[in-house]
Each structure stands twice: as structure tokens, then as C-alpha cells.
């Protein structure tokens, strides 16, 4: 039981527009930046999305990251085959556990 | 470029210790702006913040690992490690390590390795 909460699975067609949710609680989004991964199969995850809504160098701005209040929304806009993949959100929980926690992962299908 | 590459043995037996090091390329591991860290990834599953640690020996565990786990840092080597005790089955995974900064943001992964823990 992920600390984030994720849907398991969306899906879309090619071209589409789809968002992925991550909900959590004050001790951790409420109050840390949000982080988003894309996770190829087989591969090591890829920092799509840091500080809650900036895109590293080379991530396309088809990507895109917001937050509000105790969720995040990660959301990807003229999908391709490509995009297929698992994505994780992650940040820190400052609670008296005091861990980096992330979501269990959506897997995305490009229809 | 900043590379990560994760070593160690890819088979464990139960009860004994699991033994991963990082070799960190391209970029000094003493950097002021980052720290060194370990995730794993049991098969089919999702990802698990084990610890990390900062070049002066700083180290901040995952409070379920905390009791089975040391990080330590080797700057001569611009290396890091990690030291998992007692393994089960349920240890076996995908290791990565990573680079990430103060607000924990993961920029940069090892390819990863896999460690199964079997008899």
C-alpha cells in the first residue's frame, strides 16, 4: 500500500490528452515539492517532472506537472506510441517516518 | 555526463547480506548540491526509497529498512554503497542507484541490477 495514491491504469488514443492523479496528504505533497518518473520497460525511471510543474532540459512540453493543495496531476497532451509506459509520482514525507515516498504507478496504454 | 553504475553480486542467499556499490562517472560524488541514494523495484512492482547519504557520511534510512541497511560513501573512489542484512526473498529486486537533490527530486539513475535472493 503505496503512501501516494495512483490509478493503476489509463488509457487513450494517439493525439489524445490524459492526466494522472496522485493523491496524498498533507505530510507529504501538501507541503514538498512533487516529482514525476516515466518508467520504459525494462529501463530505469526518467525525471519528467521536478519542483512540482518544471520540465528538465529535453523533457517535451507535451509534459506537464501542477499541484493543488494534497494532489498532484501529472499530464501529457498529444500522445504517441511512445508514451506507453508505467509513471510514478514521488516526493518527501516529513511526518515522524520521514521518508521519500511514491505512488504505486500508473500504466499507461496508448490505445 | 553524470553516470551511475550499480556492482555487486546478482544472487544472495537468505539471512546473508546484500552488497550493491555505486561507481559514480563524470561528475564529482563530493558535489554540495546533490546526494547519493538507493530505490529498489521488486518485480512487477513499484519503487522503494532505501536510504541515502551525503558525500560527508550524512545518511537518512527508509524507517522499514532502517534496522538492515548501511549506506556509506567512499570519496577517494567516488563510490557509494549499500549493505542490506538478513535477506529474504521478499529483498529481491531491481537495485538502483541515483542522484537527487535537497527536494528530492531523482535527475539521475543507474541502469539498475537485479538481486535475486535464493538458496
Known amino acids: 500500500q503505496s503512501v501516494l495514491t495512483q490509478p493503476p491504469s489509463v488509457s487513450a488514443a494517439p493525439g489524445q490528452k490524459v492526466t494522472i492523479s496522485c493523491s496524498g496528504s498533507s505530510s507529504n505533497i501538501g507541503n514538498n515539492y512533487v516529482s514525476w518518473y516515466q518508467q520504459l520497460p525494462g529501463t530505469a525511471p526518467k525525471l519528467l517532472i521536478y519542483?512540482?510543474?518544471k520540465r528538465p532540459s529535453g523533457i517535451p512540453d507535451r509534459f506537464s506537472g501542477s499541484k493543488s493543495g494534497t494532489s498532484a496531476t501529472l499530464g501529457i497532451t498529444g500522445l504517441q506510441t511512445g508514451d506507453e509506459a508505467d509513471y510514478y509520482c514521488g516526493t518527501w514525507d516529513s511526518s515522524l517516518s520521514a521518508d521519500v515516498v511514491f505512488g504505486g504507478g500508473t500504466k499507461l496504454t496508448v490505445l | 555526463q553524470l553516470q551511475l553504475q550499480e556492482s555487486g553480486p546478482g544472487l544472495v542467499k537468505p539471512s546473508e547480506t546484500l552488497s550493491l556499490t555505486c561507481t559514480v562517472s563524470?561528475?564529482?560524488?563530493?558535489?554540495?548540491?546533490?546526494?547519493w541514494g538507493w530505490i529498489r523495484q521488486p518485480p512487477g512492482k513499484g519503487l522503494e526509497w532505501i536510504g541515502s547519504i551525503y558525500y560527508s557520511g550524512s545518511t537518512y534510512y527508509n524507517p522499514s529498512l532502517k534496522s538492515r541497511v548501511t549506506i556509506s560513501v567512499d570519496t577517494s573512489k567516488n563510490q557509494f554503497s549499500l549493505k542490506l542484512s538478513s535477506v529474504t526473498a521478499a529483498d529481491t529486486a531491481v537495485y538502483y542507484c541515483a542522484r537527487h537533490t535537497v527536494v528530492f527530486d531523482w535527475p539521475h539513475w543507474g541502469q539498475g541490477t537485479l538481486v535475486t535472493v535464493s538458496s
Open positions: 519542483e512540482n510543474n
Open positions: 563524470g561528475g564529482s560524488i563530493s558535489s554540495s548540491s546533490y546526494y
